[in-house]
């Protein structure tokens, strides 16, 4: 036990504790007060530095063709545009990406890798996002084709729909015929890139899209696009 003597100076301590903790509350609220006044001017700040962004973003688009940048609601450029040479940008339009704040409604077009990025898209859906994600699905078929009319050659699988998540396969220029047997399918696909591997790659040409245009000008990119993985897979 402590004895009578001591208990002033603990009183003492505990009271300086009180008002280092009372200074540190203050002190504390002093900044979320700044935070707060801050961050309400955070719109103000950077709204009209997204437009200036949006607006310089707007106009590099334009110079763009549309199969790479345009989105499918803009039926002017769509109309305008006259499919020339093959295109192989290294990004994929796949949307739009909204910013909704303070009642403000801003649209940027969405990007996802594409030639020579090496990476794998997929989407990912619920039994609420199915459709979205269908159209998506549909939308990067179509685009990539318009991107290369003459220089893809496309593996549809669609075991679950027996094909109908791809109707615009009379369309395409090059689609491999479905034999029912989708590991078969695949190891067509294989083969053909193993052939290109053997053929045009070596330590200074590490991927296809590095082959020149002139070697490679009979040898289409493959894609393999895969619906309702894995349902009856």
Same mark, same amino acid.
């Given at each position: ?33 700044h ?16 437009? %200036?962004?949006?607006a310089?973003?707007? %106009? ?19 109309e ?9 940008? #290294? ?9 909704? +704040? ?29 459709? $979205?994600?269908?159209?998506?699905? $549909? ?19 669609? #075991?679950?729909?027996?094909? +109908?998540?791809? #109707? ?10 479905? *034999?029912?047997?989708?590991? +078969? %399918? ?25 082959? *020149? ?14 619906? %309702? ?5």
């Open positions: 036990m402590f004895g009578k003597e001591k208990i002033p100076g603990i009183q003492a301590e505990i009271a300086e504790l009180q008002i280092k903790l009372q200074q540190s509350q203050n002190r504390a609220a002093s900044l979320l007060r935070a707060e006044q801050q961050a309400s001017q955070l719109d103000e700040h950077y709204q009209p530095l997204l437009r %200036d962004s949006l310089t973003a707007q %106009d590099v688009r334009e110079e763009q063709p549309p199969a790479w940048v345009a989105g499918w609601h803009e039926m002017e450029r769509w305008r545009w006259q499919a020339a040479a093959a295109l192989e940008p #290294p990004y994929l339009r796949i949307g739009d990406l909204a910013e909704q +704040r303070n009642g403000n409604h801003t649209l940027a077009p969405g990007f996802i890798p594409f030639i020579g990025q090496n990476r794998t898209v997929i989407i990912q859906t619920n039994n609420q996002t199915s459709d $979205q994600g269908l159209q998506l699905l $549909q939308s990067l078929v179509i685009r990539t084709a318009l991107l290369l009319p003459h220089q893809a050659r496309y593996t549809l699988v669609d #075991p679950a729909g027996a094909g +109908r998540a791809f #109707p615009m396969r009379r369309y395409l220029a090059q689609v491999r015929e479905n *034999s029912g047997d989708v590991r +078969r %399918d695949l190891e067509g696909v294989i083969v053909d890139i193993q052939r290109v591997i053997e053929t045009y790659l070596d330590v200074q040409t590490t991927s296809f899209e590095k082959v *020149s245009h002139a070697i490679r000008l009979n040898e289409p990119y493959q894609f393999v696009f895969a619906a %309702d993985f894995p349902k009856n897979y």
